[in-house]
């Protein structure tokens, strides 16, 4: 059913700040807090970014879950998931705190959550593609885009954040990250009561006749389109190696901020929180101004190499801070303002060769595919950038990293002629 003026009980403002606040929240905690998390406790970096990594893969194949999803009416499995995923949180911090914790347990939790995580991204999305026409989606993407960023700031470097104060109040990690896991399950449970609230004003959706066998004919059909494009090799090339440099480093770059032990910058809880905020929120928006300016004006093809070769400079200044912890906050935060800037810009340009290969009939599908590979290329480090780290110090890591650049540039440049603009 599509917006229209004639009806105003709609509250889709609600719906869309609420929906896409707590979509934020597992991806922040598996990716913000739980690194964080596991160095406070104790644990190596090799088993961190491992841990974050298997997580990241399980929610990167939502894809395969889409045709299921889509049998059930949308706006039920949007809350039921919401209401699971925030008993979830709950279970683990209990779990987390519990006399005698049982790891297995607290994995297989987390395991769940990354599925009913993925399964409610993707009947989100949907819901909001489906039931908006193109002027309420252009006029909601801003509150979208406002609601995802507000979401990850809270159960990420908030998180962190209300952790590190309640360590420094005399708690032990567990329990002060227990506490901080429940905080995250109260803010899920608040955006769940908003999103309720939202969503029973919403007009029933068409009905959609088609079975799980026939959604999953349809997908697969969508793939077969994507394979035959000539373009998807160039794109792939881009996706695996534009931002490989970048994304090696992001992987340590947390536990690196934290670590007292090993060479890192040795900052507590709450000073990496503070700048994560003031750092990233800022440098990614700007940056994905100046990236899309760039392309503007000069066209995609053209603003590859040289949007590459700035994303992955940053890195240069990374590796100065590994060298020794003598730096001051300022001189952290400005390098940190700087590596997030250049990333956003290069990320843009990444973005929009995806969306011009998905463009066209099927691109739902086409672009959720290309979506699953730029995930598994983002988490898929994660399994052994922990163990180099510790093998070759966090200097010497970082190093390696900018070693990465070079395929980067060396796919930016084969992939320049697939996404010239028509003469």
């Given at each position: ?46 088993m961190i970014t491992r841990s974050v990594a298997l997580l ?368």
């Amino acid at each position: 059913m599509k917006d229209s003026p004639s009806t105003p009980s709609r509250q889709i403002w609600l719906w869309v700040t609420a929906g896409y606040l707590f979509q934020s929240i597992p991806a922040a905690v598996r990716d913000e807090a739980l690194p964080v998390a596991l160095k406070n406790i104790g644990y190596g970096d090799a088993m961190i970014t491992r841990s974050v990594a298997l997580l990241g893969l399980i929610f990167g194949f939502k894809i395969l879950l889409a045709p299921v999803v889509a049998a059930f009416r949308p706006r039920h499995f949007i809350l039921s998931a919401e209401l699971t995923v925030t008993l979830l949180l709950a279970a683990i911090a209990g779990l987390v705190c519990a006399q005698t914790p049982s790891a297995p347990l607290i994995i297989t939790a987390l395991v769940l959550l990354s599925f009913v995580a993925a399964a409610h991204d993707f009947a989100l999305d949907g819901y909001f593609v489906t039931s908006l026409d193109d002027r309420s989606r252009a006029t909601q993407s801003g509150l979208l885009n406002f609601a995802s960023k507000l979401g990850m700031v809270l159960a990420g470097p908030g998180l962190i954040w209300l952790a590190g104060r309640l360590m420094d109040q005399g708690a032990q990690s567990v329990t002060a990250w227990a506490g901080a896991l429940g905080a995250a399950a109260l803010c899920g449970l608040l955006a769940f009561a908003a999103n309720w609230a939202g969503l029973r004003r919403e007009p029933p959706p068409p009905a959609d006749t088609r079975n799980v066998k026939e959604r999953y004919r349809e997908m697969f059909s969508g793939l077969v389109q994507l394979f035959a494009d000539g373009r998807l090799p160039a794109l792939l090339g881009l996706i695996f190696f534009y931002r490989a440099s970048e994304i090696h480093m992001a992987k340590i770059l947390p536990v690196f901020a934290v670590d007292v032990n090993h060479g890192g910058l040795a900052l507590s809880n709450e000073t990496y929180a503070v700048m994560r905020i003031a750092t990233a929120v800022l440098g990614l928006a700007l940056g994905g101004l100046l990236g899309s300016m760039v392309v503007a004006r000069v066209g995609l093809a053209r603003a590859l190499v040289p949007l590459g070769i700035a994303m992955h400079l940053p890195l240069v200044a990374v590796a100065w801070l590994a060298t020794d912890g003598s730096h001051s906050t300022t001189l952290i935060g400005a390098v940190f303002l700087l590596e997030y800037l250049a990333y956003g810009a290069g990320f843009c340009a990444l973005i929009l060769a995806m969306m011009k290969v998905a463009a066209g009939p099927g691109g739902a599908v086409r672009y959720a595919a290309l979506s699953t590979f730029a995930l598994i290329a983002n988490y898929l480090p994660g399994l052994w950038a922990g163990h180099l780290a510790e093998r070759l110090g966090y200097a010497h890591y970082f190093l390696f990293a900018l070693v990465l650049a070079l395929p980067g540039i060396v796919a930016s440049l084969l992939a320049r002629k697939h996404f010239a603009e028509p003469a």
